[in-house]
């Protein structure tokens, strides 16, 4: 390695910048997209040979390149999206900082032929490796034609780095899924070869848009939303929980119309669906976020993927907030309700008696159950708490517990007038586990425990939101060894942390000491618990830990609080469970993310014993 600093030549500097912007032929293909949607296009044709290696061609009907900017076109640096460093403030085109067709230009063979609406004819400029070697008329419809060949011909060792011609399909495929989903009213249309049928996204209405990328599964079992907070505006649409999957591959999020990868955004997201999802699942939405140009910074990475917000705190809110209500907000009467057939495949029921530990006395007993009639207990959510507090809080949950019973206090049969309720009425009960109930349109089969868990943890979670968080004071006050900006944190956000139950003081340069903890998680690691929580204000400036804590001791509570399987329950009582459901938040799932309920249309149970055919 030589001592002396010396300057690199343009064609390194552009092969540099290549492994930046173009990893693999997928990037290509995204970089030459969003061209085509600064542009204007409405249509954009994508023809690809040995998954992108040999052949890449897109092909667009926008605004096209005037003769004379070709050339500079392919300068590295060069742009038509931005003109000074002020405009970097409020960037508003998906493309902006000159490098993709300069990049690519030093990898491959480029033919780049354009022609304006107001042209009389196209010009085609040929590339080889950064050295121009034809600028000629060329016949081209309106619009512009970027042909890549032998990508990486001249950097073999990039070329060595690729995967399979098979997994570069898929990524370009996926890519120009994504895209399509960013812009529904352009027409996409992607062809590969190799034996693959074309992919055809015309342009339409949104639910067809998403049944094509996605599913028609996704549109009926998912959630619109369309919120606004001052300058912020979330739309799109969030799959319900049981519509989970094992991998994060049908998560779309768009930040001013750009997809984006976001830690923050992903962690909010995360935290609207923590109490809802199956756990190792994962969920399915397609979400576009608005916001000012100048309150976002996408100039962060070469490839666009990342940005970062002006003020990333009111964003995470913000979005965890609207989801969080959306997905609240959903009964069995809002959305399509699962089907019995092929539904949540490998998901078991809880069958064991249950039984309740008192935990100030160390008895186990069962939890009271009151007769139809509803007497001996009080009706169903009269019960008010004044707040979770020490020694009764095992009493509390016991009383808390004994409303949310099946008390039958209202019945409801077939034969009452006015529409069918959503959840319809209870015919039986099978193998005490299962209620089997008639709506108007066939057979609802609901998971007694399940439901009545998911009842029970809400008004738990009402009733400990209620009142203000209980705090323990400790009888030795704990003294810890953290970080300086971990110690910085405490005096930062004092207030917060006073909030969420702790009182926490500087004790030093890098140490804290703890003297008052939640009264819920007093009996837990304190230690652990502060440190992951000072660590998530320090990397995100809040943290959700304790109240996900809490969650999850309600969350215990309510399943051993809820009626068990092989318990019989009178028709009035299963009916008071099947109105409870039509009332309460996240009721389609229990609080582990099992399905509630499912529903057999009398359609499929007429198709199941050929009737009609």
Not at 41 to 56: F, H, L, P
Not at 308 to 331: Q, T
Not at 334 to 349: F, I, K, Y
Not at 522 to 531: S, T, Y
Request: hydrophobic share 40%.
């Amino acid at each position: 390695m030589s001592g002396r600093i010396h300057q690199l030549s343009e064609f390194v500097a552009n092969q540099i910048a290549a492994g930046e912007v173009v990893e693999r032929p997928a990037s290509l293909v995204k970089e030459l997209i969003e061209n085509s949607l600064d542009a204007g296009a409405s249509r954009i044709e994508v023809e690809t040979q040995q998954g992108g290696v040999k052949r890449v061609l897109v092909r667009d009907d926008g605004g096209g390149i005037h003769a004379d900017d070709l050339r500079l076109a392919i300068s590295r640096h060069a742009t038509s999206k931005i003109t000074s460093a002020d405009d970097l403030a409020g960037v508003g085109s998906l493309g902006f900082r000159g490098e993709a067709l300069a990049s690519v230009s030093s990898v491959a063979r480029l033919t780049l032929v354009s022609r304006p609406a107001d042209a009389k004819q196209a010009f085609a400029l040929e590339i080889d490796g950064g050295r121009e070697l034809a600028f000629e008329p060329r016949a081209h419809p309106a619009g512009t034609s970027v042909e890549v060949v032998d990508l990486f011909y001249n950097t073999p060792a990039r070329r060595k780095f690729l995967k399979a011609e098979r997994t570069e399909q898929n990524h370009i495929e996926k890519v120009v899924r994504s895209q399509s989903l960013a812009r529904m009213d352009v027409s996409f249309e992607l062809r590969q070869g190799g034996g693959r049928s074309p992919l055809v996204l015309p342009a339409g209405t949104p639910e067809q848009r998403l049944s094509r990328v996605l599913s028609t599964e996704f549109v009926e079992r998912s959630v619109s939303i369309d919120e606004s907070s001052g300058a912020l505006r979330i739309s799109g649409w969030v799959g319900l929980p049981t519509l989970s999957r094992s991998q994060t591959d049908q998560q779309y999020f768009f930040v001013n119309g750009r997809l984006v990868h976001d830690k923050l955004v992903a962690h909010a997201i995360r935290q609207a669906y923590r109490d809802v999802l199956f756990h190792g699942r994962h969920p399915v939405f397609v979400l576009f976020l608005e916001l000012p140009a100048s309150g976002v910074d996408v100039n962060v990475h070469p490839t666009k993927h990342e940005v970062r917000f002006r003020d990333s705190r009111n964003v995470h809110d913000f979005v965890f907030g609207m989801l969080n209500r959306a997905l609240r907000d959903v009964r069995p009467d809002s959305v399509q309700p699962p089907v019995v057939a092929g539904s949540a495949p490998g998901l078991t029921v809880a069958d064991r008696p249950g039984e309740f530990v008192d935990t100030s006395t160390g008895e186990i007993r069962e939890l009271p159950f009151a007769s139809p009639s509803g007497a001996g207990s009080p009706a169903a959510g009269s019960y008010r708490s004044p707040g979770f507090s020490g020694q009764n809080l095992a009493r509390e949950f016991a009383n808390l517990a004994g409303s949310a019973a099946l008390t039958g206090s209202q019945s409801f049969s077939p034969g009452d007038a006015g529409p069918v309720p959503v959840m319809g009425y209870a015919l039986a009960q099978l193998h005490g586990v299962y209620i089997l109930a008639q709506n108007a349109d066939g057979l609802v089969l609901v998971d007694m425990h399940a439901a009545h868990e998911r009842i029970t943890y809400e008004r738990l979670k009402a009733q400990q939101l209620a009142g203000e968080v209980v705090r323990q004071r400790l009888l030795v006050p704990l003294v810890l060894n953290v970080s300086e900006a971990e110690a910085d944190v405490v005096e930062e956000h004092n207030s917060a942390l006073l909030e969420m139950g702790l009182t926490l003081d500087r004790s030093g340069l890098q140490s804290v000491t703890v003297r008052e903890v939640p009264v819920l998680l007093a009996a837990g690691d304190g230690e652990g618990l502060v440190r992951d929580v000072l660590a998530d204000f320090a990397e995100l400036g809040m943290s959700p830990r304790l109240e996900t804590l809490r969650e999850r001791l309600l969350a215990t509570m309510a399943c051993h609080g809820s009626v068990r399987a092989n318990r019989q329950l009178t028709v009035p009582e299963m009916n008071q469970l099947l109105r409870d459901m039509e009332t309460t938040p996240n009721s389609g799932q229990c609080n582990h993310g099992r399905p509630t309920y499912l529903v057999q249309s009398l359609a499929d149970l007429d198709r199941l014993f050929l009737r009609g055919q």
